[in-house]
């Protein structure tokens, strides 16, 4: 886990190198960061969604989901399908991994 202090913004980032879908080596760095410990987990998180690592929780499954179809589907199928999942499906499958569905 690289995450750095960025001492003339008070804040910390994280920078690093991950594979793409298509195998190709790719840098990301993120800043801002309040904590340290925020840093590291986005870091995390991105890397495991990234890797399309099914280890990952239903609930972030749906956030990345929802990050791919923000552009494809109308604003009012988003609204439907966001308002049904967090009702009927978060409640009781969100903190499983999708391995274990």
């Not at 340290?36 to 239903?58: I, N, P, R, V, Y």
Request: proline share 1%.
């Amino acid at each position: 886990m690289a995450v750095y202090k960025d001492e003339v913004r008070n804040t910390w980032y994280c920078k690093f190198y991950y594979e793409d879908w298509q195998g190709e080596r790719k840098q990301k760095k993120k800043r801002g960061f309040r904590t340290k410990k925020d840093a590291s987990e986005w870091e995390a998180s991105f890397k495991q969604t990234q890797s399309a690592d099914m280890d990952m929780t239903l609930s972030s499954f749906i956030v990345t989901y929802f990050e791919d179809k923000t552009g494809e589907l109308k604003e009012r199928t988003l609204v439907n399908k966001e308002h049904m999942l967090r009702t009927h499906i978060i409640p009781y499958f969100g903190s499983k991994k999708m391995t274990e569905i």
